[in-house]
T-cell receptor
Framework: DAMVIQNPRYQVTQFGKPVTLSCSQTLNHNVMYWYQQKSSQAPKLLFHYYDKDFNNEADTPDNFQSRRPNTSFCFLDIRSPGLGDAAMYLC?????????????FGPGTRLTVL | AQSVTQLGSHVSVSEGALVLLRCNYS??????LFWYVQYPNQGLQLLLKYTSAATLVKGINGFEAEFKKSETSFHLTKPSAHMSDAAEYFC????????????FGTGTRLQVTL
């Protein structure tokens, strides 16, 4: 089945230690998104790639970076995680051109910062 | 700017009772509307979507929603709640030409009791 895959599902890192979260998709969608979701809150969009074009949200901290080496993969890099960065990180994809911009989500990576 | 309001952060129903989760949107142009469900420690799963076709939309797991332009609403209903419906539900809105972005409501946690 076509899907969005996130690895790892659970990630523990230390305060200030760089961490990378991975997302891959078999849907061949041209848009990939990264969301941060804290407990009992809605997902918050960090940035998205439209093909190779990177689109950062205005309030996304510089500590968060992203790479999309090809259509299938997208990475979220947190350069110096703080305690406040502990959250669920969701990757999603969509195909622009469908008209209604349905997004397909991966299972998420739960990040713990010690 | 578009926005979504979900009335009631927590809703509790008895098993077998009607489920009604409320969603209102603000918009000056026709929106695309979505309901997503999220189970603990998982990603978001699409329940149903309104894409300007039929105003009554049927989704998975017995859920449906009706788009009412006059009321700017897109409430989610299910005739008979099941224990497995206990989850967080998010209403979201999108528009053509917004680079595929979704604007989420704050979510409603559905509790189902025996």
């Amino acid at each position: 089945d076509a899907m969005v895959i996130q690895n790892p599902r659970y990630q523990v890192t230390q305060f200030g230690k760089p961490v990378t979260l991975s997302c891959s998709q078999t849907l061949n969608h041209n848009v990939m998104y990264w969301y941060q979701q804290k407990s009992s809150q809605a997902p918050k969009l960090l940035f998205h790639y439209y093909d190779k074009d990177f689109n950062n949200e205005a309030d996304t901290p510089d500590n968060f970076q992203s790479r999309r080496p090809n259509t299938s993969f997208c990475f979220l890099d947190i350069r110096s995680p703080g305690l406040g960065d502990a959250a669920m990180y969701l990757c999603a994809t969509s195909r622009v051109g469908m008209g209604y911009n349905e997004q397909f989500f991966g299972p998420g990576t739960r990040l713990t910062v010690l | 700017a578009q926005s979504v309001t979900q009335l009631g952060s927590h809703v509790s129903v008895s098993e077998g009772a009607l489920v009604l989760l409320r969603c209102n949107y603000s918009s000056s142009v026709p929106p695309y509307l979505f309901w997503y469900v999220q189970y603990p420690n998982q990603g978001l799963q699409l329940l149903l979507k309104y894409t300007s076709a039929a105003t009554l939309v049927k989704g998975i797991n017995g859920f449906e929603a009706e788009f009412k332009k006059s009321e700017t609403s897109f409430h989610l209903t299910k005739p008979s709640a099941h224990m497995s419906d206990a989850a967080e539900y998010f209403c979201a809105v999108s528009y053509t030409g917004t680079a595929s972005k979704l604007t989420f409501g704050t979510g409603t946690r559905l509790q189902v009791t025996l």
